[in-house]
């Protein structure tokens, strides 16, 4: 909805590149990318554009919404859901959006525990009634770490064409810079913030004065949150409405986890497979050998291995080896390649999570591979 339509129409005077709104969502971007929050809500989503940019922060475990407007929320939220790619290769950090339907002037449970929260052209939007709480809700209330507010700088309007009284029909207000800071700063020394004011949206060169286009608080909490001043004043019930909610795949659910670790191994295995197989044959030619009857060691090329799990391997002498028309592969070489470390943090992890999807040495220790087949199961 909120473009800003005059800043978006200038011909003449004034075009900034990219648009405004972009810089905007930009600049929400860098914070993000400065203070990596886990969990950040997006005040006034709208079409929820900047939630679409913000499901790309690797940092952001929850992403929530809120706007008064159900339907502005709606037009676009399927570009929320996770894509088929997001399911064949789960991101390691787990991924919640969740939009809410309700009003900054209330307060709901579900606001609770945010690390950011964003307010993009939101404030100008408010009722006088909803300014007045909007404070008390997002920092008394929601307290996260972080807060910013942006909102027009009416300074800048002079410059913009058209004569209308506000950049956007559905505004209330908007504030020239000692407006926006004196308000930003009273806010913030109430409820123990700091703040710092920046913006977007350049003046032209000679009139500075005017500043930002865009005008931007960014409102940091003095003190960390005790657990006790968090819960002093949870509200009985909720009073907004859940309208959108995707779960992410995502490895640390342990459905996902345990689908990624199998594929790596197999495919480790395989590999490893492979090497020792074009060895033999390499030896046989050479020697004239009998390779089925001979028990093989395999030396792991060193570049598939970081520095200290290629002394494991060695040191450990985790051979694979060939008996009969069977590779066998021991779990601790597969344990030993980076991935497979990664995914598993521990041997007892990866035979638990692959228990029953490959097909291993009676012993439990070796991944069993037929010499001509490929592992089959699965
Ligand atoms: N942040 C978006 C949209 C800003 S427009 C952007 O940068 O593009 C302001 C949005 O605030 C609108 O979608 C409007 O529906 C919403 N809004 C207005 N009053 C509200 C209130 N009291 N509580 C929550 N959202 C509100």
Redesign the pocket.
Known sequence: ???NFLEEQFTGIIKFTPPL?KQ?YQFVKDLVGKYKPKKVA?????EC??LQMLKFCSCIEVLAG????AT?MKENMHRLSPLPGDYLQPAERPLTVTLHQG???HKDPCMLGFDLVTC???IE??EQS?LKKFPEVVFGFMAPRIVVISTPNSEFNTLLPGKALFRHPDHKFEWNQVQFQSWALETARHYDYSVEFTGVGHPPTGMENVGFCTQIGVFVRKYPQTSESAQSEKPAEAVYKTVFRAVYPSLKDEKYLKNAVVSEVIFTAQNIKRSLLDCLVAEHEEYNDDPVERKFQFQPSMNCFSEDLGKLVVEKSMEPFVNGNVVYIPLTTIFSFPKVNRLCGTLEKLCKLIAGKVTLSSDGSAVMFDTELENEEN
């Open positions: 909805m909120d473009k709104y905007r997006d005040l006034g989503c709208a554009t900047l809120l706007d008064i407007c502005v009003s900054i002037a993009i052209e939101l939007h408010l909803e």
